[in-house]
């Protein structure tokens, strides 16, 4: 059974910094990308990020370009979200999402993390 387990939300003031991370574990599992999704209060879940095994990255939200980073470690099957100048609209349950092609705004993933709160104040 593959789990994703994410780590690292929590409350932050506008401006701030949060790094998001996502361990996937279970059976030999190594997906070919992994990526976050993000779902505000009263908003659909939406395609944030994703990379895939060897290091090709989508962005799909234009809120976040230039300030969310993605990066990968193959040999921890861990994935990473580095989130800087946040914003109150950033403020949303984070899910880390793994599949078997690379994430765009339309996949739906393999597998889904539980989510993870992260509450951007102003």
């Known amino acids: 059974q593959v789990q994703l387990v994410e780590s690292g939300g929590g409350l932050v003031q506008a401006g701030g910094s949060l790094r998001l991370s996502c361990e996937v574990s279970?059976?030999?599992?190594?997906?070919?990308?992994l990526g976050w999704f993000r779902q505000g209060p009263g908003k659909e879940r939406e395609f944030v990020i994703a990379?895939?095994?060897?290091?090709?990255?989508?962005v799909d939200a234009d809120s976040v370009k230039g300030r969310f980073t993605i990066s990968r470690d193959n040999a921890k099957n861990t994935v990473y979200l580095q989130m800087n100048s946040l914003k109150p609209e950033d403020t949303a349950v984070y899910y880390c999402?793994?599949?078997?092609?690379?994430?765009?705004?339309?996949?739906?993933?393999?597998?889904w993390g539980q989510g993870t709160q992260v509450t951007v104040s102003s």
């Open positions: 279970g059976r030999t599992f190594s997906p070919y990308a």
């Open positions: 990379i895939t095994r060897n290091g090709v990255t989508t």
């Open positions: 999402a793994a599949g078997n092609t690379m994430m765009v705004r339309t996949t739906t993933p393999n597998y």
